[in-house]
């Protein structure tokens, strides 16, 4: 199956040391490096949504050049824990799209509750319509597109084994050192295919929460 991610330069020890150096044995990695328009790199940052609306421009390619297969779309700041491919064609089954769960945001309903970050893809008429919408009514967020109009084609979510933090912390989010002086705790599912390091922010929030499941999950 056809794994497809997108980096940019600020995304490449992610990408190289976490991403990369977990891949799958069961995928075949179709990436590509994309120009940096936000000088930081940073989610939500000024210039953040142009990248983020050239990664969906590339999705929807991936999805038109694949007919009649299943892909996985993804970013790059995710680490694996295992091969994927026969538990992601069971999960999706005879739906279109299945997404990671990304939790609950009280304050914004039409994010929820797919997670553009992993995406199992039957690249069939309605991704493409799904895409589309996407790609042609782009404003400032990859995911609110996805929730606004994921009625395009049948869709699920995946299980907990395609894990982010925010399956346990809610909308909280995570913090190395937050306002109680300390990282905030969450739960692990056992098994666990994938890790997604969002709910933080900052590369560095990042790369510690990367190391923090890595190391708990190998210390089983």
């Known amino acids: 199956m056809k794994l497809y991610t997108v980096y940019s330069p600020s995304y490449v020890d992610l990408y190289t040391n976490y991403f990369l150096s977990s891949l799958p044995s069961d995928v075949t990695l179709e990436a590509k490096e994309l120009p940096q328009d936000s000088p930081s790199g940073e989610c939500w940052s000024e210039g953040y949504d142009i ?10 390619e991936a999805c038109e050049s694949n007919q009649g297969n299943t892909i996985i779309c993804c970013d790059a700041d995710i680490q694996f824990f295992g091969d994927i ?10 739906y ?31 991704t493409i319509n799904l895409f589309t919408k996407m790609d042609e009514n782009f404003t400032t967020d990859a995911q609110l597109m996805l929730n606004k109009y994921k009625e395009e084609c049948q869709y699920k979510l ?17 913090n190395y050192c937050d306002y109680s002086g300390g990282e905030k705790t969450f739960t692990i599912p056992n098994p666990i295919l994938m890790h997604h390091a969002n709910y933080t922010r900052g590369f560095d929030n990042k790369k510690k929460l990367m190391d923090i499941v890595k190391n708990r999950v190998n210390a089983r």
């Open 51 to 60: 990248t983020e609306h050239k990664k969906i421009k590339y999705f929807k």
């Open 85 to 94: 491919v026969e538990t992601v064609t069971a999960e999706l089954g005879d």
């Open 96 to 126: 279109d799209l299945a997404c990671q769960d990304d939790g609950f945001y009280p304050a914004d309903a039409d994010r929820l509750p797919l997670c553009v970050g992993f995406m199992v893809v039957r690249c069939n008429q309605n």
């Open 158 to 174: 995946l299980s907990n084994k395609f894990f982010t933090a925010g399956q346990s912390l809610g909308w909280r989010g995570w």
